[in-house]
């Protein structure tokens, strides 16, 4: 299956809700109503999704629209749009470029850590990999596998080394190898917040005094099966570091997409990639357009 249809499978529940409706009738107010409840049940969470049918209103009345495809491409434009509200990253960084990893536990930060040290590898780029999340043993090793499925460097130090530590000794590392990207894992122990801050302020701390223009992404990763949750998540990230970018995993294990806009909406930041599966190559870049069309289908 190819990684369109993934993600077409995964939002298959939200597009066949709103096929349901768009077949049910006149453009009126039970219309807008349905598809309120559409973006709702897919995440997209209750202020947005009512702000963004007001929206849609307002444009179907300003244009004129009177049938049902001309509302549905509105609202896949009106998504779109909202989808791309990006400060778009930068093109050419110093070297080495630090990519800041970080999310709860199991949402897929050591995952996508390998799938991008993967694409950046196709692309010629010379790759670090920090283990920066000391919590376990586990983590290290899982993450020295990935280093060497896609042949990165490895920097790491033992299970319940100083996560800042490990990030100084990669950075030096990255330096003297000529290192193009860094990526580093982290711990995200979501239950204990004076910990997760001070280690994740401590790492952003060493890498700023270091490398000045880092880190270049700080990224989140949220798992879309955990739905509303992961505004929660991004939230409580958000106030520690700078989040730059999202990663939303596991989109082809889930019905709802919409989480999607729910976050871009609350950090004004992109999505940067999305996850269709467990795979090294089952990572999309995320493209808006294809996004909201997988999401709303083609009725
Ligand atoms: N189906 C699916 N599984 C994923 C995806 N990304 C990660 N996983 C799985 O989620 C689990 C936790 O991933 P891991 O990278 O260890 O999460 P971490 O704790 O945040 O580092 C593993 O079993 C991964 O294979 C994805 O996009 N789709
Ligand atoms: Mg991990």
């Not at 809700?17 to 006149?26: D, H, L, N, R």
């Not at 609202?75 to 989808?83: A, F, G, N, P, T």
């Not at 983590?139 to 319940?160: M, N, P, S, Y």
Request: one cysteine or more.
């Amino acid at each position: 299956m190819d990684l369109f249809s993934k993600l077409k499978t995964g939002l298959s529940k939200t597009r066949n809700q709103i096929a349901s409706i768009v077949k049910t009738g006149p453009v009126n107010e039970e219309l807008y109503e349905s598809l309120e409840e559409a973006l709702i049940a897919a995440d997209v969470g209750l202020d947005l999704s009512m702000e963004t049918v007001d929206r849609l209103r307002d444009e179907v009345k300003q244009q004129r629209v009177t049938d049902m495809p001309g509302v549905l491409s509105l609202l896949k434009e009106l998504l779109v749009s909202d989808l791309k509200k990006e400060k778009l990253p930068e093109d050419f960084p110093p070297k080495p470029w630090i990519v800041l990893v970080v999310g709860v536990n199991g949402v897929g930060k050591t995952t996508t850590i390998g799938k991008i040290a993967h694409e950046l590898r196709n692309s010629g780029k010379k790759v670090m990999l920090g283990a920066a999340d000391t919590f376990r043993a586990g983590a290290i090793e899982q993450l020295k596998i990935w280093a060497q499925r896609t042949g990165c460097d490895f920097v790491a130090q033992h299970e319940g080394a100083d996560a800042a530590s490990v990030a100084f000794d990669a950075i030096e590392a990255a330096k003297s190898r000529d290192v193009d990207v860094l990526l580093l894992d982290t711990a995200g122990r979501l239950h204990n917040k004076v910990n997760l801050m001070n280690e994740l302020s401590k790492i952003v701390r060493v890498i700023k005094a270091n490398v000045p223009h880092a880190p270049n992404e700080t990224l989140l990763v949220v798992d879309a099966t955990t739905g509303q949750n992961a505004l929660k998540q991004a939230e409580v990230f958000n106030s520690i570091v700078e989040i730059t970018g999202l990663i939303i995993s596991k989109l082809d294990g889930t019905a709802k997409g919409g989480v999607a806009l729910a976050l871009t909406n609350k950090l004004r930041v992109p999505v940067r990639k999305i996850g269709v599966g467990e795979g090294i190559d089952d990572l999309q870049d995320f493209n808006a357009h294809d996004f909201v069309q997988a999401m709303l289908g083609d009725s």
